[in-house]
Nanobody, 121 residues
């Protein structure tokens, strides 16, 4: 079974940095879209950044210039470098990917379990 394994997150001070990673593991034939979403309780889920297999990227306006998403296709892994963090960046960050499990399968959607990022003094 395909899983998205997230790492990183935790407590960081305003103005600090934090790095996240997400690796697609299990039965994998191909991986398309990969990205990071975030969500605070009571708020709508927001796309933070995404990256395609050809490395085309999209950022939300709120993080552009501060966050950088990257991708390692050989390891089916994405990374999110977060700099100049603000209190409003506090959220659960969730990895999302479109994965083809095998040559005989169609692409399917997968979500990570989420990792907490808390920006606070």
């Amino acid at each position: 079974q395909v899983q998205l394994v997230e790492s990183g997150g935790g407590l960081v001070q305003p103005g600090g940095s934090q790095n996240l990673s997400c690796a697609a593991t299990g039965s994998i034939f191909g991986v398309g879209f990969m990205g990071w979403y975030r969500q605070d309780p009571g708020k709508e889920r927001e796309l933070v950044a995404s990256i395609m297999p050809d490395f085309k990227v999209v950022y939300s306006d709120s993080v552009k210039g501060r966050f950088t998403i990257s991708r390692d296709n050989a390891r089916n892994t994405i990374f999110l470098e977060m700099n100049s963090l603000k209190v409003e960046d506090t959220a659960v960050y969730l990895c999302h990917a479109i994965v083809r499990p095998s040559m005989d399968s169609f692409y399917k959607e997968y979500w990570g379990q989420g990792t907490q990022v808390i920006v606070s003094s």
